[in-house]
């Protein structure tokens, strides 16, 4: 079957699947007296006495803002897997080779370099710093990877890289939010919002949108780096965490027995049934809908956030830690999260600023202590989602806010006993995985230094479009108006990387 | 400028600079530093054999230059001279070990015209690496001329040792002095690097015109946004006011009223409202409302019915009365307020009521969440102490939204995490004991039950909803009767409980999750 054929047929199937669905929920709510609740998509069964027989129009989102809905275009992927290093990872020790930064090492950086730039730390003339890790070519993609990885380096043939990621900032803060919301500034909704807001959930026992932390603190630019700005709040990201209640308030009162419960939002739910009755109000529905759910979430959260359960030879495979906030942790609840059918994961690991200032931010010490943190589960993510058949239908995305200078730190013009490097966002390394992603690609290249770009730059706007072109949008047609205009997470930018499709 | 006049003036300096600490100098306004930096973005640190320059400076002829500053070392000599490190010495002092940061004042060489100041720093007792102090800000004031008055320096000690009192501080906006305007230019497409044409402040010439007799400051602005000859402020307003009540705005889109708004739904309605806020009612938003809600359109049932929810589902056309959820402030507040827990304290900072622990995370600062005591735990919740990177969240959660932009509309949603905070946050069940105890009438569960929905929703209980919420009771009494422990596990904050009373807070909570107490209608 020609590709021409493939999109059509995937179109239809689109199409009917919508239709069927849209179409019994339509046949639901008709007449009013026969919404069915509990199982919501399972039967029609009446509650409603009404002899009020005309039909209300209702479109699934009037009863569940986070009902699924299908892509406007053929999609390669279901779900999104977000890792983000917070603090920005320093590419020129894990991904992004550059011997000749090795030949400079602790020779004066040229002046023709640092014109024009600005820099969060470095001061007067810096010194180049070479890479502080082995380099070596690996599977049959022979793309570099870093000793620092050495459990990433055997799947290295699974993911496309960027190496040349662009961003116009160089504090955290603001490179957060530009990364996941398209602006440096604070109030535009973030990406995970805009694909749930677009796409809503397939699981409607979890929330659509988790945030997982690690790293002891959360990302700088705060929890508006999940925020929904000015989308609906509904579409803001969960954090589940991983101490007190995994989602806020989902654990019952104490003294409180999971059949009182029920008891509780069987009464509730009865006296607004006839509430609606009286009223007729579809937000009635909603809220007899929505308390069903906080039900049904109460049982399916801490089912899917304990990993107590999983076989000994996954933990293994992950490394995770039970009862301890951690990086691998997150790794396999991404995994379960996605399997559920949640939509869109996060992932903030922080301490990856890694500036000199002691041990733990030298490049050569704690940098590798956190690419061992992350370097078993990301690897054993990307297979596990594999063996399970999920990564052709998930998109795994990992990166920084920014990248790191060739040049050593050199605070307030001093030279440091640590080894680190600045804030740097020219070209810096990120890469993806799964669904639609060109297995074993690498696309854009640095200079000899690893400073500048000098082919297939992308910006942080290519990187949106780019996954909202794997699941299923056009970057330029999802808008939302806002004051008075329609905006876009690309804003007015932004290309799809075809260089890294499949 | 008569003498009383400028005494006037000199002594509004003062007080001014008491209050806010300002026109200062900044220390990120110095350039071209040598042997020196702008130490974590804020402060000026120059190591000895030092050099900055501090350029458009106008000291108003004082005879004094204040600093704030602190410093750990002995016997730095600061030399402050014209232009640069050739230039006439205007003044020259020693800087000592401070304790924390200090105000102090050095004698400074008067002159009118404004300067570029060449700052320079020595202290060969300390090493090269080390900062010779870290100035916050440079400040000058007018001179106050003396005369023969002896008690001056008594007065003038006193000034010093006000303006160095460790008082609470609060961040408002004042207008700077003529002389430290800053020129603002437009940035070519947007970036700060390349600047344009020079601007004025002015306002938009498709409006009401400018009066030349006002102002060109914010006391100027308000005069022209009140003005009776502009047309947007009362309709914006009204509009607004309009949305709260009835849940949208005659305007839907309350935060674009413009050409590329969504139209006015009824726009003489709009006007006729507007003209008569300004005109008759004095900008009074009491009669405003008073205008609104006495209206028959708004004195409607709340009742729909398929046929008017297919016609007109978001009741553009008003034939039924409003039925909107209550915001996130109004949840907490009326909770409070019906459990008779709602705090009337007024005024004050911000409280901290309980929330769950590990919300607080921050990476700027070690800031804790200390949860308030007494009354202050039960504030109304426009006194709830709010951070953007950390918003509380149950306020979140009921669309409070973060407080990153302006927020004129919030967008009313419908999920199950609001359900999971009115089930289960400690807040909501303290307020469902209390109304439980409000409401209990002896052994009488009826009269129990009529009397808690009473309070919570000012009307009377119909059989079918009393038959539903004592099936509840019924249900939790023997829950409670088996597993006696459950009690106390339940009703935490309180000794003298039983059965009776817990599944009467049961039942509270679930009258306090119904649709209609969390719905006006």
Known sequence: MNSLDRLIQEKLLREIQAKTRRHFIKDCVAGMGSLALGSFFMSCNSFLGSEDTAKIALTERDINPLASMPPPYPSKVKSVI????????????????????????????????????????????????????????????????????????????????????????????????????????????????????????????????????SGGKTPDAGKSVWGSGFLPSVYQGVQCRSKGDPVLYIDDPKGITRNLKKSTIDAINNINKKEFNEYSDPEILARINQYEMAYRMQTAVPEVMNINNEPEHIKEMYGVRPGKESFANNCLLARKLVEDGVRFVQLFDWGWDSHGTGHDTAVDLGLRNKCTEIDRPMSALLLDLKQRGLLEETLVVWGGEFGRTPMQENREGQEMAYKGRDHHGDAFTMWMAGGGIKKGASWGLTDEIGFSALEGQVSVHDVHATILHLLGFDHEQFTFDFQGRPFRLTDVEGHVIQEILA | ??????????????????????????????????????????????????????????????????????????????????????????????????????IQKFPFKKTTEKLNLYIETNN???????????????????????????????????????????????????????????????????????????????????????????????????????????????????????????????????????????????????????????????????????????????????????????????????????RIRLGAEQIRDQALFVSGLLSPKMYGPSVMPPQPDGIWQTVYNGGNWVESKGEDKYRKAVYTYLKRTSPYPSFLTFDAGSREVSTVRRTVTNTPLQALVTLNDPVYLETAYHLAKFMEQGNNVDASIKEGYRKAVLAEIGPEKLQALKELYNSSLSDFQEKPNNIKEFIPFETDTDANLAALTVVANAIMNLDEFLTKS
């Open chain 1, 82 to 213: 977000y890792l983000h290093m917070a603090g920005a990872p320093s590419q020129l020790e894990m991904f992004d080779y550059k011997p000749t930064l090795q030949k400079l090492n602790n020779q004066a950086c040229p002046q023709s370099l640092l014109e024009g730039k600005k820099f969060a730390f470095i001061r007067g003339v810096p010194k180049l710093l070479g890479p502080q890790a082995e380099f070596k070519q690996h599977g049959e993609s022979g793309n570099w990877v870093s000793n620092f990885l050495p459990h990433f380096s055997k799947v290295v043939d699974e993911v496309a890289f960027l190496k040349a990621v662009n961003t116009d900032q160089f504090n955290h803060g603001p490179a957060q939010l530009f990364m996941h919301t398209g602006s440096p500034r604070l109030g535009r909704p973030s990406i995970g919002s805009w694909v749930t807001y677009g796409l809503g959930s397939e699981n409607q026992n979890l929330p659509g949108f988790v945030v997982l932390t």
């Open chain 2, 1 to 102: 400028m008569d003498r009383q006049n400028e005494t006037t003036e000199i002594a509004k300096a003062y007080s001014n600079f008491l209050q806010y600490s300002e026109p200062v100098y900044h220390a990120h306004l110095a350039k071209n530093y040598t042997n020196g930096n702008l130490a974590d973005t804020k402060w000026l640190a120059l190591r000895d054999n030092g050099s900055c320059y501090l350029p458009d400076v106008y000291t108003q002829g004082a005879d004094h230059i204040y600093l704030k500053y602190s410093s750990g070392t002995d016997g730095t000599k600061v030399t402050i001279r014209k232009d640069n490190s050739d230039g006439e010495i205007l003044a020259q002092f020693t800087t000592n070990k401070t304790k924390g940061r200090e």
């Open chain 2, 124 to 322: 060969d007792r300390i090493s090269p690496k080390t900062p010779t102090s870290y100035i916050s800000w440079f400040a000058f004031l007018p001179e106050i001329k003396t005369g023969n008055n002896s008690e001056y320096s008594q007065i003038e000690d006193s000034f010093i040792k006000l303006v160095n009192t460790d008082t609470p501080t609060l961040p408002i906006i004042i207008e700077n002095p003529d002389y430290l305007k800053r020129t603002t230019q437009v940035f070519e497409r947007g970036n700060w690097l390349m600047k344009t044409d020079t601007v004025e402040p002015a306002t938009p010439q498709s409006l009401n015109a400018w009066n030349d007799a006002w102002p060109k400051n914010r006391l100027g602005l308000s005069k022209w946004l009140v003005s009776k000859e502009n047309p947007l402020t009362a309709r914006t307003l009204v509009n607004r006011v309009w949305q709260q009540i009835f849940g949208r705005g005659i305007v839907a889109s309350l935060e674009d009223m413009g050409s590329q708004s969504d139209p006015p739904s009824h726009p003489e309605l709009l006007d006729w409202l507007a003209l008569r806020f300004m005109n008759e009612h004095n900008w009074s938003i009491k009669a405003l409302v008073k205008d609104i809600v006495m209206s028959g359109t708004y004195r409607q049932s709340s009742r729909n019915n398929a046929k008017l929810y297919n016609l007109d589902p978001e009741n553009r056309l008003y034939a039924r009365g409003p």
